[in-house]
């Protein structure tokens, strides 16, 4: 689940791209984007990383800054501050969702997502299980096709596979399988 977000500063805005993830106990920031904001250390953390393969990571220092996430649109919330940890990478390529058939649905329910299109841009944020359960809002709608949609605090962000997704992946496995048999 992805969303894009303005983060605050006295001196600038900038709009970046944040995946939600319950899965992780920690929010992170890129440390490119520190570096870019200017942004102070509020205190430092020694945290070791258990990835989802189950392997660990050894002790790194990580440094913790206090964020202002303001929304891209007018909502009935007000700005929220969380405190984030730095990391290199937050995490690989994240697909966006295509302005495909899901338009029309989204349309019809007044879901509205900041985070649509065909490329894929960089995430510099994650919202981990420290900060998830302060953006939900409680609304929820189950889609056609597969999908549900969340509403958080910062917008709306939709989960799960739809069935476009899984026919074409189906369709290249297919294609796959004919290729390896046929030689």
């Not at 605090?153 to 189906?170: F, M, P, R, Y």
Request: net charge positive; charged share 25%; aromatic share 6%.
């Amino acid at each position: 689940m992805t969303l894009w977000v303005r983060i605050a500063d006295i001196k600038r805005h900038k709009n970046v791209r944040v995946l939600l993830d319950c899965g992780s106990q920690r929010s992170y920031i890129s440390e490119s984007l520190v570096a870019e904001l200017g942004l102070p250390i509020v205190s430092k953390e020694n945290i070791a990383l258990t990835l989802f393969s189950g392997s660990r990571t050894e002790p790194k220092l990580h440094n913790k800054y206090r964020v202002k996430l303001c929304l891209t649109s007018p909502r009935e919330y007000s700005n929220l501050e969380f405190e984030f940890l730095d990391q290199d990478v937050i995490c690989g390529d994240i697909p966006r969702v295509s302005k495909g058939s899901i338009l029309k649905e989204l349309k019809r329910n007044n879901i509205w997502l900041s985070d649509m299109g065909a490329d894929c841009p960089k995430i510099d944020m994650l919202i981990g299980s420290d900060n998830y359960g302060k953006i939900l809002t409680g609304r929820v709608r189950q889609l056609k096709g597969g999908l549900t949609a969340v509403c958080t605090k910062l917008g709306w962000v939709v989960c799960g596979a739809s069935e476009e997704t899984i026919s074409n992946k189906d369709k290249n496995n297919s294609n796959f399988m004919r290729k390896f048999i046929s030689s």
